[in-house]
């Protein structure tokens, strides 16, 4: 597939008239000469936006099949791809042959398993409740409910996953199976990764003849093209995931509309690993050299990578610094995503070098490259941590803070104090269950997920998995971004009263056409 550096609006393919921008390699620290990507405008994004607005009726409409078959047959041109695919997110990315054929498998893997979502249809949420008519004081009526697509939805795609949470993956993939037409604005990271996965969606939604708006593909440089696209009216709900300060910005303008909308943004986080007393003193070691294989991983470019860990000081937290730094000073500088977030890298990394009563205690090999990093791991008590706030900022790379505490309570204080979080670790063994009893209360209102005796990198998609949590990580902690629970962020109920049989939805007809289990008079069944 070849790639001309165009915008994919409808059926078209569109060369942005406004800025024109180049892909970078990040190994080499050079941009990519071929081709030339055509940046758009707002009437380019007006266009994509009321093509997905005029497609919303007939596509959330279409039998639950369709719109199943539709995520499949995306999934399987992104997977025909092959090496082509990869080969160009590896020249974009820096990140490694192996690592992108992984995250290829989750994105197709998702699709397909919306896909299931969408025909059981489970997710219609069917419930009918019998009319009353005898009841006193005074009668029931028919009530039926079904959920429904909210709308066109924008979707932005994430510098770290260029394909798994970019053009076709978990949002696009969510909103597709909901029912709603998708916008996305390509990452300027990944353009030319962005437009292959792009036209395998435009070319399957033409093959299948579904309505011309129900995928776009926009391209622009800075702001502009984003605040508009989150702005106009057609959009319902955006998917973002990137910075606080991108998230907040997208945000207000959601916010400062005439009809607000949600903005589904999944922002910050330093995944707080506490580490309980027995554990340490029973396997400190093996956890040490744990936590550093999950902090450098992936060049520390996860949104669940373990920023910081607690724990109470004594001999094991000693030899457990000890063990860490050792396997840390090992560890190779790595490529990151873009000069831009090396750049913010160093300079977060820098900045807590810089904080009084922190120390750093270990860096992994120097950099030898133009956009490496370089791991780095510090140390601070728990009385510094609770009176700084510059310790709890997000270091977008494999850089950690481990906070000593003087004892149990400190230990608490300190989970107290921490902002929302994707993700909440116990390193633990059976002794430690104690206060363990007393942490998990507090890490339940902190983070959308508790883990024990794992590490946050690596997240299933399942339907069990969470990944969200209280802000600053997310901006609506009832949501999730990965699993199939996160179509729910695309959906909204619709009650239907004393409806004549003849206008009633199939989900909520009798006779029950499209089998599903469906919630009657309080009772599951089939029926």
Known sequence: MSITGEMLIGRQAVRGAEKSLHAFNPATGADIAEPVFGGGSVADVGRACDLAQQAFEPYRHLPLTVRAEFLERIADGITALGDALIERAQQESGLPKARLEGERGRTTGQLKLFAQVVRAGQW?????????????????????????????????????FPLAFSVAGGDTAAALAAGCPVVVKAHPAHLGTSEMVGRVIQRVAQEMDLPEGVFSLVVGAGNA???????????????????????????????????PIPVYAEMS????????????????????????????????????????AIAVDGDALKGFIATASSALSGKP?????????????????GKLAGIQGVEAVAHGV????????????FVTDAQTFLA??????????????????????EMLAVAEHVEGQLTATLQMDRADL???????????????????????????????????????????????????????????????QD????????????????????RRDGEITRS
Not at 275 to 291: D, K, M, Q, T, Y
Not at 342 to 348: F, I, N, P, T, V
Not at 481 to 490: A, D, L, P
């Open 333 to 349: 500088a790595q490529t990151m995503l873009t000069s831009g977030i090396h750049a913010a890298y160093e300079a977060g990394a």
């Open 434 to 496: 104690a206060v363990a009893h007393k942490l998990v209360p507090v890490l339940e209102r902190k983070a959308g997920r508790i883990l024990v005796n794992g590490f946050p990198t690596g997240v299933e998609v399942s339907h069990a998995m969470v990944h969200g949590g209280p802000f600053p990580a997310t901006s609506d902690s009832r949501a999730t971004s990965v699993g199939t629970t996160s179509i729910e962020r695309f959906l909204r109920p619709v009650c239907y």
């Open 366 to 377: 120097d950099a030898t490259g133009p956009t490496q990093a370089c791991a780095a791991l």
């Open 269 to 308: 986080s330093i995944n707080p690993v506490f580490l309980l007393s027995n554990a340490l003193a029973e396997r400190g070691e093996s956890i040490a050299r744990g936590f550093v294989d999950s902090l450098v991983l992936g060049a520390g470019q996860f949104c669940t990578n373990p920023g910081l």
């Open 124 to 160: 219609l949420a069917a419930t009918l409740d019998s009319p009353l008519p005898e009841r006193k004081p005074l009668p029931r009526s028919d009530l039926r409910m079904q959920k429904i697509a909210l709308g066109p939805v924008a979707v932005f795609g994430a510098s770290n």
């Open 388 to 409: 700084t706030p510059a310790l709890e900022d997000e270091v977008f790379g494999p850089t950690s803070t481990i906070v000593r505490c003087k004892d149990e309570q």
């Open 225 to 259: 093209i984003g605040e508009a696209l989150v702005a106009h009216p057609a959009i319902k709900a955006v998917g973002f995931t990137g910075s606080r300060a991108g998230g907040v910005a997208l945000m207000r303008i959601a916010a400062a509309r005439a009809e």
């Open 499 to 518: 409806f004549p049989a003849e206008l009633l939805p199939e989900a909520l007809a009798d006779a029950n056409p499209l089998d599903l289990w469906r």
